[in-house]
């Protein structure tokens, strides 16, 4: 939105809010004036949204590769799957996609569902992905 634009919305805003204001208890002209003035609030809110340099999103924590977690995930059976899961988002972020969004919960929940052994079908194909990667 350029400037002249966004002075005529101030200006139209203005006016119109002043002519709702004048129009007291007479809602016949104060509903269209209040009206005029919300619409044209808006649009400016809209060009401050569009023109707004929002912050990265809060960087996600990642959970150090460390063997005992693993074993311990391992061990844990399907309670400790999530973070096998997690674990391994973290690595494919790191290694070729920084911008990879974490497992669903509906597909974390599909995977404590499997058996032990489809289980570990899905962590060697996930690593047999992230080793091919160069």
């Known amino acids: 939105m ?16 002043g002519l709702a204001v ?10 269209p004036a209040a009206a005029v003035a919300v619409a ?9 949204v569009g023109r707004t340099r929002w912050p990265p999103g809060r960087p996600i924590p990642t959970l150090p590769a460390d ?6 995930s391992l061990r844990a059976g399907e309670h400790g ?15 070729r996609d920084p911008h990879r969004p ?3 919960v509906a597909e974390l929940a599909r995977l404590r569902a499997l058996s032990p052994e489809e289980f570990r079908e899905y962590l ?8 091919r990667q160069p």
């Open 22 to 31: 004048a129009a007291g208890t007479n809602s016949s002209a104060a509903l």
């Open 81 to 95: 799957r999530p973070a096998l899961v997690l674990l391994l988002d973290n690595l494919e972020r790191a290694a």
């Open 2 to 17: 350029n400037t002249g634009f966004t002075v005529l919305l101030c200006v139209v805003a203005l006016l119109a809010s």
């Open 124 to 131: 060697t194909a996930r690593v047999s992905e992230l080793e």
């Open 102 to 104: 974490n497992t669903t």
């Open 67 to 72: 063997p005992a977690r693993v074993r311990s």
């Open 40 to 48: 044209a609030g808006a649009l400016l809110l809209f060009g401050v």
